[in-house]
């Protein structure tokens, strides 16, 4: 994130602001602000936007080109910026720049100030730039708030942009005056701690997809399996014994066999974690044993998983669109029809293979659907309108269904190949097979829990119920004090 004094402006001078300034409000509070670049300046813009008074403290005022901080913001000095500053300051600087203003420590004494810078690497156990700036500044009250809103999100207002604020500091009193502003700002504020949270807080920005590192790995891992058994089945072993040359596949026909047999079990993936939860559950006979990490790890990554299979499946809807413009197809369609008519076949309809195509990509087209709805209700501007019980229906009903359209969309391509030898060529099954081998085993898996003698076990420990091994049997003394066994107090 820019900030500090900076010459040339990364953005518009032009300052629209995403509403109508609203006039001044007498009650609000002077927000004064150190530093004169980007940040600064839209920072400047959606302060006057909301209503407040700004001064902007720059060590030369005179050097900021007319029209660049929008009309009322007052440009003067550091000190005399600081000295008409009521409460809260935002120090809108790079961090090497700090020791610059302890001339300003007698102005600053009792002002929340307010750190908005992020680090310039990961965080390893060294003081946040937040912590420093409060050992240069103990008599002001450090609030660290503000470095994961981008300048362009502060321009455009938080319609556009994250409108989460992490904020952290050691005092309370401060701490609840930036989040009220922040707030009046259209912002959602994140109480995040203390001050020394906000060593997090700025590695926040620094972080690349946390969430998506093993979800990418797995995705990776399974692609890279696939492909290489596909390329050995289909073009290195044809090669090497007979001499068959195959190789022109690899950019498109051994992709396309690869993207659908990853995209299933990807999604199987999504749904096995939450069978290993119920099966502990039940084995258990209580909810309120923890998981282990490693199934809590993987319950939090189900929707990473979610949206890989789908890009994976959408992915090899296009691929199979575009196998029919290729010159192999061409030829072969030429090579087949020149065959037939030098067997002096006329008619060449073969019924179960019509069946066979339309049932295959009807089931296929129907799952890349539902599998869309699942993406799309995934996002949170589209999952926080519905309620948890739609929600659920969405991912849960609905996402089984896609995994159901995918599996039949698979065994009605594979038809009854799979019971010849021929499809097995050098004892190597199909690639569609191995595909199959997890998902199935899912399905068996969530139709076994539906039976009514666990799924009505599996209701009642989730509404609070224990088997009795789980609590000590109901004294007398329980019983005249009024102290329900658990299994009747329900717990949630």
């Known amino acids: ?42 920072l400047a813009v959606r302060l006057v936007a909301c209503g407040y008074r700004v001064v902007v403290g720059s060590r030369n005022p005179k050097h900021i080109a ?67 700036l409060a050992e240069l500044f103990p008599e002001s009250r450090v609030v660290k708030g503000f470095n994961v809103v981008s300048a362009w999100a502060l321009q455009t207002g938080a319609h556009d942009g994250s409108r989460q604020v992490l904020i952290s500091s050691d005092c309370p009193e401060a701490k609840r005056t930036v989040i009220q502003l922040a707030r009046s700002m259209s912002f959602l504020a994140v109480d995040m701690g203390g001050l020394a949270s906000s060593r997090h807080v700025e590695d926040a920005p620094l ?40 190789f022109y596949q690899l950019p498109l026909e051994t992709v396309n066999e690869t993207l659908p047999a990853v995209a299933l079990v990807i999604l199987a993936l ?58 192999a197809s061409q030829y072969r369609l030429l090579d087949a029809a020149y065959r037939q008519v030098k067997a002096g076949v006329e008619h060449s309809w073969e019924e179960p293979q019509v069946w066979r195509s339309d049932l295959y990509l009807s089931s296929g087209i129907l799952g890349l659907g539902v599998l869309t709805l699942l993406a799309i209700t995934s996002l949170p501007s589209v999952g926080n309108a519905l309620s948890w019980r739609e929600f659920t229906f969405v991912q849960s009903g609905l996402g089984y269904a896609a995994l159901t359209l ?4 698979t065994l009605f391509f594979s038809w009854d190949f799979a019971f010849f030898s021929f499809a097995y060529p050098y004892y190597m099954p199909p690639t569609y097979l191995l595909a199959l081998i997890l998902p199935c085993l899912v399905l068996v898996g969530r139709l076994f829990l539906a039976l009514p003698c666990l799924a009505f076990r599996l209701a009642k420990i989730r509404r ?29």
């Open 270 to 327: 999504v749904y096995l974690p939450g069978l290993w939860a119920a099966a502990l559950q039940l084995a258990r006979g209580t909810k309120y044993s923890r998981f282990p990490g490693w199934l809590d790890h993987w319950m939090g990554r189900r929707k990473q998983l979610g949206l890989l299979s789908f890009l994976c499946a959408g992915l090899h809807a296009v691929y199979s669109m575009c196998l029919t413009l290729r010159k």
């Open 66 to 132: 007319t029209g660049q901080f929008p009309d009322g913001v007052q440009l003067l000095t550091q000190r005399e910026a600081m000295v008409g500053t009521e409460k809260v300051v935002f120090a809108a600087l790079y961090p090497e720049h700090y020791h610059t203003l302890l001339g300003l420590r007698d102005v600053l004494a009792g002002k929340v100030l307010v750190d908005v810078s992020n680090a310039t690497k990961l965080n390893n156990g060294e003081p946040s730039n937040a912590e420093r």
């Open 406 to 409: 995918s599996i039949m969309h």
């Open 1 to 42: 994130m820019p900030l500090g004094d900076m010459r040339t402006p990364l953005l518009s001078n032009s300052f629209d602001a995403p509403e109508e300034p609203l006039p001044c409000d007498p009650g609000n509070p002077t927000v004064g602000i150190l530093g004169s670049g980007d940040y600064s300046r839209s």
């Open 464 to 492: 609070g119920w224990e088997s009795p091994c789980h609590h000590p049997p109901q004294t007398q003394e329980d019983t005249a004090n009024g102290v329900l066994p658990r299994d009747l107090s329900g717990d949630v």
């Open 207 to 246: 972080r690349l997809f946390p969430s998506w590192g093993g979800p990418l790995m797995v995705t990776f891992l399974l692609i890279l399996f696939f492909y290489g058994y596909n390329f050995l089945r289909g073009i290195l072993m044809p090669y090497l014994s007979r001499g068959q040359n195959n």
